[in-house]
C-alpha cells in the first residue's frame, strides 16, 4: 500500500511563493508518474501539472504556464511544486496523485493525498 502526503502549503500575499512537497511512502517498488491537481471552494477539480518517471516529461495547465514548475526526487520518493507569481485565483486544495507505470500522458491516477490548502491574499 502506498501513502501520499502533501505539505508546504500555507497563506501567502499575491505576487509570492510557496514549494509544495509530496511524499510518497509505503510499497513504491516501480516507476510511477506523479500529478498535481486542485480543487477551488465550489469548483471541480482541476489538473496541475506533471511528471513523468524520468522528469524528462512535464505538463502544465496553461493558467500556471511560466510560474509553476514540478520537479521530483526519486531517490527520496518525493515530487515538489514550485508556485512562484501566485495569485488569488490559485487559491484551492492541492493533491498530489500517482500512477503506476511509464505511461505518458497518463489517463488517470491511482493513489491519491489528502490535500494542502494554499490560499493567496490579493
Known amino acids: 500500500q502506498v501513502q501520499l502526503v502533501e505539505s508546504g502549503g500555507g497563506l501567502v500575499q499575491a505576487g509570492g511563493s510557496l514549494r509544495l512537497s509530496c511524499a510518497v511512502s509505503?510499497?513504491?517498488?516501480?516507476?510511477?508518474?506523479m500529478g498535481w491537481f486542485r480543487q477551488a471552494p465550489g469548483k471541480e477539480r482541476e489538473f496541475v501539472a506533471a511528471?513523468?518517471?524520468?522528469?524528462?516529461?512535464?505538463d502544465y495547465v496553461d493558467s500556471v504556464k511560466g510560474r509553476f514548475i514540478i520537479s521530483r526526487d526519486n531517490a527520496k520518493n518525493t515530487v515538489y511544486l514550485q508556485m512562484n507569481s501566485l495569485k488569488p485565483e490559485d487559491t484551492a486544495v492541492y493533491y498530489c496523485?500517482?500512477?503506476?507505470?511509464?505511461?505518458?500522458?497518463?489517463?488517470?491516477?491511482?493513489?491519491w493525498g489528502q490535500g494542502t490548502q494554499v490560499t493567496v491574499s490579493s
Open positions: 496523485a500517482l500512477r503506476w507505470g511509464t505511461t505518458w500522458p497518463p489517463l488517470k491516477y491511482d493513489v
Open positions: 511528471i513523468s518517471w524520468s522528469g524528462r516529461n512535464t
Open positions: 509505503g510499497r513504491t517498488f516501480g516507476s510511477y508518474v
